[in-house]
């Protein structure tokens, strides 16, 4: 039983005690002569410390995720001196210190890039792992095919996917229905008509927009678009008095989408060749003409993708749904009444008093694989048709 | 058919021009509606916002008994903390009905309502004082204490004499002395400076709340995933860029990468949860898990922003390097990465930007809990960065959810705080990137 600190601070201390050494030995191997060595003295050095260091933090790191607190310790002492001892041995005029301690260094950013593949994996066995939990005590085609939701801490609730799934649909069919022609038609006419000034200024002026924290736009449909909605356009026309609706969350969420949808699209108009343009207006067609016949259908595959990312976006988002949409589950057509989106249903799920024994609790996880699916899906297919369009016209 | 001039535009030509105005002004009108929404979306959260930052305060002498505090005249710390605040309420009352004789205002509140008009939260401040400094009972002491959040409200413009009418918890009578004690000196509306020190206060004080917890608990958060998220992103980075051998395997973390960018904010706080809380055991709401969350999420950014800038430092660079000797290693850590490190940052500031105002990962982890002591960077029961915490988006969450309407106010306050902070780091990245960047 060694206590990690201990054997932290051992490690460490042979690390720069053989950053230290190192180089003399060297240098002394070689007759005094630095000259004859095969690499620079201090590259011995960098050698041994990444010898003693690299090792110690993989086993610090793999053993504490395997939870095993017991040797570890002693562990990380035993590895540490192996690699101190045997890296000042290896040493010789003929040791060729930089390749060495230069793979050492490639090992390094190796495990940083394995890092995002953890997180994938981590993504996927944590939801994997309660969600099968939730199964084994909910049926699935309940789960799946139930249009009720009704929560019951005491035991014996509905749990329905449905009605969540529809108001998220629903919201974000919104959200899409007003971004995809702002943010396109503001793409097409800062790529195409608009002078280099305005340019300058409209571009980063809706990049913004990107910039704002969506809590900043719950704050906005709670305070100002969905009482104005409500003041002026439900209760007058006699479609209910909630201020928190699917079109207040829908609209909100639209604004936040532009500069996404915008953004992408600006890329993908300016990846069409100018030739093509070219062709068009010297036949008499208008500007207009060109855009509409010529670029769009060009570059159509990737505004699909690029709708494609933003109804991702849209299906994941969260704050402005907790704030704009409301906590109600239901079937309804009605924009102006209160739903509830799966997103807003995980996080009343899993914040207060939780209890992860009781399905309620577990169905979060269920959910959010379900989000996690459906997102993934519209990504993956997003992405290959943004990529095969690209390499059309590289 | 008769041969028109060419300089008169026949019909078909005239429709042809108008549908190009037409699809002109719609691209026009396309950006228009984005500005406005911007406008809306700014006017709207600095108008109900802005008034946060004022505070209206009352200035009395209060006296401060002995009877009543300190019953048994021995200045034991012991004995006084036996008098809550609720046996400091009437000596609060008594000092502010001595102000309001002593001018001659006439009223027809009664005392209890005239008492009312001071904050709960002021009879803490005061038994605070009193026990950090005993000497002070048996004399009178100049307090400035927070007025009530419907008076403080009255002098924002936020409450007026009709909404008053209908209000439960004050009345224009209220309103009407509390306006003679402004002009008389005694109510005064200051920059509210506590709003960014104070930690968050309970459902029925708006007018205490401030964000202090809430700002040390981002700060913490940011500084681990900067730690984290740079050396991780910029290692990551290179070894995808510089050194990895196009194959299926680099594909796979290519397109994991890219969709990583991508997944959902809220999948990364059930990520949190499970991982981080349920078998790692760390500390629920501490800053230490909504940095690692954080980290995770900002990764992507930093990585793909990272690529980019190394991508743009030319292969001659490399190419000169190689060949007066350099490994591949030293090129890359010598040449390249020093040339592409304002990219590099201008990347880290916007994902760390990101991260700042990220709220639903967060409220999954346990940030939503009323924290009101300031949370310790170390401690030995909890570890580093262990102490449960909020962060400034999740505090912005957690005042929408309380019923009095002052926190509406303070919840605008909290995101121009937060806006102002995220414009200043934005500003940073275009600063290094226009003073750095290089064009080859």
């Given at each position: 039983m060694?206590p990690m600190?201990?054997?932290?601070i051992?490690?460490l201390?042979l690390g720069?005690l053989?950053y230290?050494?190192?180089?003399?030995?060297?240098v002394?191997?070689?007759g005094?002569?630095?000259?004859?060595?095969?690499?620079?003295?201090?590259q011995?050095g960098l050698n041994?410390?990444l010898a003693v260091?690299v090792p110690s933090f993989a086993i610090?790191?793999?053993?504490?995720?395997?939870?095993?607190g017991l040797y570890?310790?002693?562990a990380?002492s035993?590895?540490a001196?192996i690699?101190?001892?045997?890296?000042l041995?290896k040493?010789?005029p003929?040791?060729r210190?930089r390749t060495h301690a230069e793979?050492w260094?490639?090992?390094?950013?190796i495990?940083a890039?394995v890092i995002?593949?953890?997180t994938?994996?981590?993504?996927?066995?944590?939801m994997?792992?309660e969600a099968?939990?939730?199964?084994?005590q909910?049926?699935w085609?309940d789960?799946?095919?139930?249009?009720e939701?009704s929560?019951?801490?005491r035991g014996?609730?509905s749990?329905?996917i449905?009605p969540l799934?529809?108001?998220?649909?629903?919201?974000?069919?919104?959200?899409l229905?007003?971004?995809?022609?702002i943010?396109l038609f503001?793409?097409?006419?800062?790529?195409e008509y608009?002078?280099?000034?305005?340019?300058s200024i409209?571009k980063?002026?809706?990049?913004?927009?990107?910039g704002i924290p969506?809590i900043?736009y719950g704050?906005f449909?709670?305070?100002t678009?969905?009482?104005?909605?409500r003041d002026?356009?439900?209760?007058?026309?006699g479609?209910?008095?909630?201020?928190?609706?699917?079109m207040?969350?829908?609209l909100?969420m639209?604004?936040?989408l532009i500069p996404f949808?915008?953004s992408l699209s600006?890329?993908?108009?300016n990846a069409v060749?100018?030739?093509m343009?070219?062709?068009s207006?010297?036949l008499?067609?208008?500007?207009?003409?060109t855009?509409?016949q010529?670029v769009?259908?060009?570059?159509l595959p990737g505004?699909v993708g690029a709708?494609l990312?933003a109804?991702s976006?849209a299906i994941?988002?969260?704050?402005?749904?907790?704030?704009?949409?409301g906590?109600?589950a239901?079937?309804?057509?009605?924009?102006?009444e209160?739903m509830?989106t799966v997103?807003v249903?995980i996080v009343?799920q899993l914040?207060?008093?939780t209890?992860f024994a009781?399905?309620?609790t577990l169905v979060?996880f269920a959910?959010?694989m379900?989000l996690?699916?459906i997102?993934?899906?519209?990504n993956v297919?997003?992405?290959?048709i943004?990529?095969?369009?690209r390499e059309?016209?590289e | 058919?008769t041969h028109?001039?060419?300089?008169?535009?026949d019909?078909r030509t005239k429709k042809?021009?108008?549908?190009e105005a037409?699809f002109?002004s719609?691209?026009l009108?396309a950006i228009?509606v984005?500005?406005?929404?911007?406008?809306?979306l700014?006017?709207?959260?600095?108008?109900?916002g802005?008034s946060?930052?004022?505070?209206?305060?009352a200035?009395?002498?209060i006296?401060?008994?002995?009877?009543?505090l300190d019953?048994?005249?021995t200045?034991?710390?012991a004995?006084?903390?036996?008098?809550t605040?609720?046996?400091?309420t009437?000596?609060?009352r008594d000092g502010?009905i001595t102000a309001?004789?002593?001018?001659?205002l006439e009223t027809?509140?009664?005392?209890?309502?005239?008492?009312?008009?001071?904050s709960k939260?002021?009879?803490a401040t005061?038994?605070n004082?009193?026990?950090?400094?005993?000497?002070i009972?048996?004399?009178?002491v100049?307090f400035?204490?927070?007025?009530?959040?419907?008076?403080d409200?009255?002098?924002?413009g936020?409450?007026?004499?009709e909404?008053a009418a209908?209000?439960?918890?004050?009345s224009?009578e209220?309103l009407q002395?509390?306006?003679?004690?402004a002009?008389?000196?005694?109510?005064a509306?200051?920059?509210?400076?506590a709003?960014l020190?104070?930690p968050?206060?309970?459902?029925?004080?708006p007018?205490a709340?401030?964000?202090?917890v809430?700002i040390?608990g981002s700060?913490?958060?940011?500084?681990?995933v900067l730690v984290l998220?740079?050396?991780i992103?910029?290692?990551?980075?290179?070894y995808l860029?510089?050194?990895?051998?196009?194959n299926?395997?680099?594909?796979v973390?290519?397109v994991?990468?890219?969709?990583?960018?991508?997944v959902?904010?809220?999948?990364?706080?059930?990520?949190?949860?499970?991982?981080f809380i349920?078998?790692?055991e760390?500390n629920?709401?501490s800053?230490m898990?909504g940095?690692?969350?954080?980290?995770?999420m900002t990764?992507?950014?930093?990585?793909i922003?990272?690529r980019?800038?190394?991508?743009?430092v030319p292969?001659?660079?490399?190419?000169?390097?190689?060949g007066?000797?350099?490994?591949?290693m030293?090129?890359?850590?010598?040449?390249?990465?020093p040339?592409?490190?304002?990219?590099?940052l201008?990347?880290?500031?916007?994902?760390l930007a990101?991260?700042?105002g990220e709220?639903?990962?967060?409220l999954l982890?346990?940030?939503?809990?009323?924290?009101r002591?300031?949370?310790?960077?170390?401690?030995?029961?909890?570890g580093?960065?262990?102490?449960?915490s909020?962060a400034?988006p999740?505090?912005?969450?957690?005042?929408?959810q309380?019923?009095d309407?002052g926190?509406?106010?303070r919840?605008?306050?909290?995101?121009?705080?937060?806006?102002?902070?995220?414009?200043i780091?934005?500003a940073?990245?275009?600063?290094?990137r226009?003073?750095?960047e290089r064009?080859?």
């Amino acid at each position: 039983m060694l206590p990690m600190s201990v054997s932290l601070i051992l490690a460490l201390g042979l690390g720069v005690l053989g950053y230290v050494i190192a180089p003399r030995r060297a240098v002394a191997a070689a007759g005094g002569d630095a000259r004859t060595l095969a690499a620079l003295p201090r590259q011995y050095g960098l050698n041994t410390l990444l010898a003693v260091l690299v090792p110690s933090f993989a086993i610090l790191i793999a053993g504490s995720l395997a939870g095993a607190g017991l040797y570890l310790g002693w562990a990380i002492s035993i590895v540490a001196f192996i690699g101190f001892a045997g890296s000042l041995f290896k040493i010789t005029p003929d040791y060729r210190a930089r390749t060495h301690a230069e793979s050492w260094i490639k090992l390094i950013l190796i495990a940083a890039s394995v890092i995002a593949i953890l997180t994938t994996v981590g993504i996927v066995f944590s939801m994997v792992f309660e969600a099968r939990n939730f199964f084994s005590q909910y049926d699935w085609k309940d789960f799946f095919l139930s249009a009720e939701w009704s929560p019951n801490f005491r035991g014996n609730s509905s749990l329905g996917i449905l009605p969540l799934l529809w108001g998220t649909l629903y919201i974000s069919f919104i959200a899409l229905i007003f971004a995809v022609p702002i943010g396109l038609f503001a793409a097409i006419y800062l790529s195409e008509y608009a002078s280099r000034r305005m340019r300058s200024i409209a571009k980063p002026a809706i990049e913004i927009l990107a910039g704002i924290p969506t809590i900043v736009y719950g704050l906005f449909a709670l305070v100002t678009v969905g009482p104005f909605l409500r003041d002026y356009f439900a209760a007058p026309m006699g479609f209910g008095d909630s201020a928190s609706s699917v079109m207040t969350a829908g609209l909100v969420m639209g604004v936040m989408l532009i500069p996404f949808v915008s953004s992408l699209s600006d890329d993908i108009i300016n990846a069409v060749p100018q030739t093509m343009r070219d062709g068009s207006l010297g036949l008499g067609a208008t500007k207009s003409e060109t855009i509409r016949q010529v670029v769009i259908p060009a570059a159509l595959p990737g505004i699909v993708g690029a709708i494609l990312l933003a109804a991702s976006r849209a299906i994941g988002e969260t704050m402005i749904v907790v704030l704009g949409a409301g906590a109600a589950a239901r079937l309804s057509l009605n924009p102006f009444e209160a739903m509830t989106t799966v997103t807003v249903k995980i996080v009343s799920q899993l914040t207060g008093d939780t209890d992860f024994a009781s399905p309620e609790t577990l169905v979060a996880f269920a959910l959010g694989m379900t989000l996690f699916v459906i997102t993934l899906c519209l990504n993956v297919l997003a992405l290959m048709i943004v990529r095969k369009y690209r390499e059309q016209y590289e | 058919m008769t041969h028109k001039s060419l300089l008169t535009a026949d019909a078909r030509t005239k429709k042809r021009n108008a549908a190009e105005a037409r699809f002109k002004s719609y691209g026009l009108g396309a950006i228009v509606v984005a500005m406005l929404a911007l406008a809306l979306l700014l006017t709207s959260v600095v108008s109900t916002g802005s008034s946060a930052f004022k505070q209206t305060s009352a200035t009395i002498s209060i006296p401060l008994t002995e009877a009543k505090l300190d019953k048994s005249g021995t200045r034991d710390l012991a004995v006084m903390k036996k008098v809550t605040t609720i046996g400091y309420t009437s000596l609060l009352r008594d000092g502010i009905i001595t102000a309001v004789e002593e001018l001659g205002l006439e009223t027809t509140l009664s005392a209890k309502d005239i008492g009312k008009m001071l904050s709960k939260e002021a009879a803490a401040t005061v038994r605070n004082r009193v026990l950090a400094n005993p000497e002070i009972v048996g004399t009178s002491v100049e307090f400035k204490l927070l007025t009530n959040g419907r008076i403080d409200g009255y002098f924002k413009g936020r409450v007026t004499m009709e909404s008053a009418a209908l209000d439960g918890n004050t009345s224009p009578e209220e309103l009407q002395l509390a306006q003679q004690l402004a002009d008389a000196g005694v109510f005064a509306t200051t920059f509210n400076w506590a709003f960014l020190t104070a930690p968050d206060a309970s459902d029925q004080r708006p007018e205490a709340a401030g964000l202090g917890v809430a700002i040390l608990g981002s700060l913490y958060m940011m500084i681990v995933v900067l730690v984290l998220a740079l050396p991780i992103g910029v290692a990551a980075s290179i070894y995808l860029e510089e050194f990895a051998p196009k194959n299926r395997w680099t594909d796979v973390i290519e397109v994991n990468i890219s969709n990583l960018a991508a997944v959902p904010s809220i999948v990364y706080g059930i990520l949190g949860l499970a991982i981080f809380i349920n078998f790692m055991e760390f500390n629920q709401s501490s800053p230490m898990v909504g940095g690692l969350v954080l980290t995770l999420m900002t990764l992507p950014t930093i990585i793909i922003s990272t690529r980019a800038a190394l991508k743009s430092v030319p292969p001659s660079i490399r190419d000169a390097a190689l060949g007066v000797g350099a490994s591949k290693m030293q090129s890359v850590f010598h040449h390249v990465l020093p040339l592409a490190a304002p990219g590099i940052l201008t990347g880290t500031i916007i994902g760390l930007a990101q991260a700042l105002g990220e709220t639903a990962p967060l409220l999954l982890i346990g940030m939503v809990a009323f924290v009101r002591e300031y949370p310790a960077a170390y401690s030995a029961g909890a570890g580093l960065f262990g102490e449960a915490s909020t962060a400034l988006p999740v505090q912005v969450f957690n005042w929408t959810q309380r019923a009095d309407p002052g926190f509406v106010e303070r919840a605008s306050g909290a995101i121009i705080t937060l806006l102002i902070f995220l414009l200043i780091m934005n500003a940073i990245a275009i600063f290094l990137r226009r003073k750095f960047e290089r064009r080859w």
